[in-house]
């Protein structure tokens, strides 16, 4: 997602910094938004010279200090709360003490990342929806903390990008994945049950109700391990069983089959168009 990010940011006109651990991740991360922004561009939903000048605004950098001349820095690691906190204490000795932290959280809070910060005020939330390019949608989550000026420029930036946001409370999943996460592990449950097969829950999901995928497909689009990680996340804060990861969902995790990024999940990517698995119920 942090490509996705750095691409529309980018693109709106902010000069764009790129931090990541290594240089091999980077270059994908590159190369995925030059890709990206060509195929913006040749479907006439960018002129050449915006293509362009987004990508003379965007530099990269493995230097984590780089960061400390940007004035809002967004963070979208995985969902580890000690990860992120260890990023976040570090960046908040790094950077000077205007600079507003956002986090691209899909199931933390706000609070127990800007409480390991001495800005809690000048954090907040920025939850963009993959694929950033495609989708309109951010939620902005106002922490407790969150100053109404913090709470202002993420509104105003969010919407400099392009997107519509809408104003989320700071709990667990926010809006969106407070929904679409128990809908997606519900799916799991009724292939587990034999309500259908995955092609047909996909088709059903499709055709019935007019969703742009089915839910097998979006859940090999946005990531098994994520999803599964996601849901703990929530399962944790709610204790309530629609958050609770079935276990099919843990199998297919362990087994390394993470959906598109792995080339196998609900669907095998070896073939044009990808093949239903059969998860061996
Ligand atoms: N940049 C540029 N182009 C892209 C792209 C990207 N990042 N990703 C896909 N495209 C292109 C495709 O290559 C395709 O090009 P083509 O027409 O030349 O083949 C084009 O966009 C359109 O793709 P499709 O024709 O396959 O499909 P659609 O036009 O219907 O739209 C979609 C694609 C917008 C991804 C649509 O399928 C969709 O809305 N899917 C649901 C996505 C969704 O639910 N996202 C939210 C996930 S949850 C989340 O992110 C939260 C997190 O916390 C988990």
Known sequence: MGSGIAQVAATAGFPTLVRDVGDAVLAKGRSAISRSLDKLAEKGKLDGATRDGA???LSFTTDLGALRSCDLVIEAVVEDLE??????????????PATIFASNTSSLTIGEMASATARPDRFVGLHFFNPVPLMPL???IRGVTTSPETFDVAMKFARRLGKEPVVSRDRSGFIVNLLLVPYLLDAVRALERGAGSIADI????????GHPMGPFTLLDFVGLDTTARIAEIMFQEYREPR?????LLRRMVTAGMHGRKTGRGFYDYATDPPTPLDPGL
């Open 243 to 247: 958050y609770a990861p079935p276990p």
């Open 138 to 140: 951010v939620e902005v």
């Open 202 to 209: 996909d088709r059903g999901m499709q055709l019935g109700c």
């Open 55 to 57: 990508l003379t605004r």
């Open 83 to 96: 990860l992120k906190n260890a990023l976040w204490r570090e960046l908040d000795v790094l950077c000077p």
